[in-house]
């Protein structure tokens, strides 16, 4: 392992210094649950009195924008204030409502939530959740696996801990790049070979309707959309993808009752979305579109692929010297 890899997105570049050097940038914080859950393969929760110590340390420290503000600030390409943070959160997990956003607003600060619209006053988990539970409960599992996916087989051991992980992070990506309807005829064909009936577990449950209705409501949260399904959009043809973005736009306009105006692509790598993707957040007419790639936000990013930071359920000093970090390196 070389300086680059351990260091990852930290590692030093004359690109994000000069730049850093030149204009004042901005960091757009992404988060996507605050929960204490017993398994979280993913990592992405931050647990409620973390959280609470992250953001109360945030509006202490840092210019914690409000998501008018940014937008005002992106669209019209001002230099940021020094310090300007934006907290982002991605999916539409229920505990959005019930533990992230009474803390925010506790804080007086103000998140902008992207919305995934498909599971919406549904119990039915994400797809990863449903991959979490067929692997990681605790329940006794067959030995191997042999499974068909896009028409080729796949066999795994599956009979220690180590193996279970590694079939786990193999199966992963093989899932992630399809359709719906492929990734659920694959968790459902899991499910069938582990004897687990696919559960619905309150804690992985996503946000209700009534739930955003009330979040709506509130000075400390904005309404994004995040597409319908939660495919990458990579995968998608173009019309396929006006299909996704319009589509989770139009449920959350129509539940709410005013234009949603800003999006993030699902996983939001560079591999997860592409040209297409940027043009059809542009002809939709998005105020401005968060990716989920490393980097700081200037004056010259471009707003259909904003760069965010993610936080992950760091130990405080960790998570003081990455906030840090995230503005020079
Ligand atoms: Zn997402």
Redesign the pocket.
């Known amino acids: 392992m070389n300086l680059k890899e351990i260091l990852g997105n930290y590692y030093f570049t004359p690109q994000r210094f000069i730049g850093n050097l030149v204009d004042i940038p901005a960091v757009v914080l992404i988060y996507h649950r605050v929960a204490h859950l017993d398994n979280d393969q993913q990592m992405l929760a931050v647990k409620p009195d973390n959280f609470f110590r992250q953001i109360e340390y945030l509006v202490k420290n840092y210019n914690v924008l409000t998501i008018q503000e940014f937008d005002f600030l992106v669209n019209k390409k001002k230099q940021f204030p020094k310090n300007s943070i934006l907290i982002t959160f991605?999916?539409g997990y229920a505990d959005n409502a019930t533990n992230a956003l009474p803390i925010l607003e506790s804080l007086n600060a103000q998140g902008l939530f992207f919305i995934?619209t498909s599971n919406i006053d549904t119990k039915i988990e994400m797809w990863w959740d449903k991959l979490d539970n067929v692997f990681f409960t605790g329940k006794r599992l067959p030995g191997e696996l042999s499974i068909s996916i896009n028409n080729r087989i796949y066999k795994f051991n599956t009979s220690t801990e180590k193996d279970k992980l590694t079939t786990y992070k193999t199966l992963h990506p093989l899932i992630k790049f399809n359709k719906k309807n492929i990734r659920d005829s694959i968790t459902q064909k899991l499910f069938e070979w582990a004897s687990i009936v696919d559960g619905n577990r309150e804690e992985y449950r996503m946000l209700s309707s009534e739930e955003l209705l009330s979040m709506d409501k509130s000075p400390s949260a904005i309404i994004g959309a995040?597409t319908h399904t939660?495919s990458p959009l990579s995968i998608l043809s173009y019309d396929e993808q006006v299909d996704e973005v319009k589509r989770s736009k139009e449920i959350l306009e129509n539940l709410l009752s005013h234009p949603i105006n800003y999006f993030s692509y699902?996983?939001g790598n560079r591999k997860d979305y592409n040209q297409n993707s940027l043009e059809v957040c542009k002809y939709i007419g998005f105020n401005f579109v968060c990716a989920n790639f490393y980097f700081q936000v200037h004056r010259w990013t471009n707003k259909f692929e904003l760069p965010r930071a993610l936080v992950r359920d760091w130990e405080f000093d960790f998570f003081k010297m990455q906030v840090n970090k995230f503005f020079k390196y």
């Open positions: 991605d999916d995934t995040h939660h699902p996983f």
